[in-house]
């Protein structure tokens, strides 16, 4: 279901960027689970570039049970820009959740204004796709736009409109990254280090993905994918409470 969306994305990284690939640890860039009505597979990519420190996508394929499609991109340290968020799922066709935004490391009114004030138009073409659900899992304030992308929707919407915004939201993070300025101040840049691995600590303790993980993968494995992939920088809580 949403396989357009990776291959889009793939095609714009490779046209506009020098890539390199980025290690994906052993044993976690593919796996497939044989749990549940339909066996499922889980892919991942990485690369890196010189304005763009990490590119993470990541594919499940359960067929009709399951299609999810989730990305994050971290800009290279010496640029304060929002990371790039991507979550759609898909359960049965019934179930079908997108979230994309523009995750700010800061909440301050400047760092709001150069970075998020921009999307306010494209949101705004938008309505549909912007339904001011709950968030039980995460702090709407932190790290999420007042203009993310957030639905409940169907497979034609998806396929047309959900597409649509991907492919403007994408443009549009190009266009700013292709401005920024890089930082050289190395207070500057150890703010931005400090602030991206504070993202990966406050995603890992709180992302409900884990549990989906688990439920296909086992739990071992899920805790290894959550934290030496997709979180990397996070220290596991056990650890952390020692």
Not at 154 to 170: G, M, N
Request: charged residues 30%.
């Amino acid at each position: 279901m949403y396989k357009p969306f990776l291959e889009f994305l793939e095609k714009e990284l490779f046209e506009r960027f020098d890539l390199q690939s980025r290690d994906i640890p052993p044993g976690l860039e593919f796996k497939v689970s044989d749990r549940g009505r339909n066996p499922a597979t889980i892919r991942s990519w990485c690369h890196q570039c010189q304005e763009l420190r990490k590119i993470r996508y990541t594919y499940i394929d359960a067929g009709e049970s399951a299609q999810i499609f989730n990305s994050v991109i971290y800009p290279s340290h010496h640029y304060d820009l929002p990371l790039l968020g991507i979550d759609f799922l898909s359960f049965g066709k019934i179930k079908n959740l997108i979230v994309l935004d523009f995750q700010p490391l800061f909440q301050d009114e400047d760092y709001q204004k150069k970075y998020i004030l921009p999307l306010k138009s494209l949101h705004e073409k938008y309505p549909d796709l912007s339904q001011n659900l709950e968030m039980k899992f995460y702090d709407a304030n932190q790290y999420f736009s007042k203009y993310l992308l957030f639905a409940k929707t169907d497979p034609q919407t998806v396929a047309t409109r959900v597409f649509e915004a991907f492919q403007d939201y994408l443009n549009l993070y190009w266009q700013m990254l292709a401005k920024a300025e890089p930082l050289e101040d190395p207070e500057d840049i150890q703010r931005i280090v400090k602030a991206q691995k504070d993202y990966d600590q406050y995603s890992a303790d709180r992302d409900p993905a884990s549990g989906l993980f688990s439920s296909y993968f086992g739990h071992e494995w899920a805790e290894r994918f959550l934290h030496e992939f997709l979180f990397e920088d996070a220290v596991p809580l056990a650890i952390s409470r020692r």
